[in-house]
């Protein structure tokens, strides 16, 4: 008799025990089919049918707003992102669709479609200097800040370049060496010397001291002990500039 009251007692707590997990399924599956049924979630599939992602957005913004735990709207609403080319929030609402889901048969799906979402991302990114294959978005990032900061550095460098360049064209001009300048003209007593320069020719030097290539016969003349034709003129040589 002692066993009798312990055995009623033991299936009397595994039939409330039944019956609590059979009330927690159908709650889950009712507030699952409560969202799949809600008004403004069936109006969102419609536009997403119509091909107005805008609309249907709207519509499943409103659910995730109005109920908790709106997995399949935050689903909906990431791919309605990604149709908009805005890869950011799409990301977004994809991250908590696999929280909220994490055991569910499309999460591989939603993964697939995370790396579509930061592809997009990548290739929105100015000058795109990697492929995103090649480096994750968080460290795409950071490269592209890099990538900015060098880029105005050398804007910095140019502008200081050109900034020398103009100076150097506007300021004045140096004087060039006057034909009485102590390096390459000298005056003893009555005569006058002239060390020849780069690129000097008799008839350079003629203009140089006469203002005519027609006295440089005179000035091959005058130094015929050092000269003995215009050939032979080299820098460094002085002559003697006649009268």
């Known amino acids: 008799m002692g066993r009798l009251p312990q055995l ?3 299936s009397l707590m595994g039939f409330v ?38 609309r249907a957005l709207e519509c499943f913004l409103k659910v995730i707003d109005s109920r908790k735990g709106s997995a399949e709207s935050h689903l909906e609403a990431g791919r309605m992102w990604l149709d908009l080319k805005d890869p950011l929030p799409a990301i977004y609402h994809f991250n908590q669709y696999i ?16 790396k579509t979402a930061e592809k997009l991302y990548v290739q929105q990114i100015p000058g795109r ?22 880029n105005d550095r050398l804007k910095r460098e140019v502008s200081e370049l050109s900034r020398a360049n103009k100076t150097e064209i506007t300021s004045p001009t140096a004087p060039m060496p006057s034909k009485n ?18 690129k000097d020719t008799l008839s350079s030097i003629s203009r140089k001291f006469f203002g005519s290539d027609k ?14 034709s215009p050939a032979g003129l080299k820098p460094g040589m002085v002559l003697t500039i006649p009268q």
């Open 8 to 10: 009623l007692f033991g």
């Open 17 to 54: 025990l039944m019956v609590s997990v059979g009330c927690d399924d159908n709650s889950a599956s009712g507030n699952r089919t409560f969202e799949l049924e809600d008004p403004e979630f069936r109006q969102g599939l419609l536009f997403e049918k119509q091909n107005e992602p805008r």
């Open 99 to 114: 929280r909220l889901k994490p055991n569910s048969q499309q999460t591989l799906i939603v993964r697939q479609m995370i």
């Open 129 to 150: 200097p990697l492929e995103p294959d090649e480096i994750g978005v968080a460290d795409q990032s950071d490269r592209v800040r890099k990538l900015q900061l060098e």
């Open 181 to 198: 300048s102590n390096a390459t003209v000298a005056r003893t007593g009555t005569s006058t010397t002239y060390t020849v320069q780069q």
């Open 215 to 228: 006295r440089s016969n005179d000035i091959l003349k005058a130094n015929s002990d050092k000269l003995k």
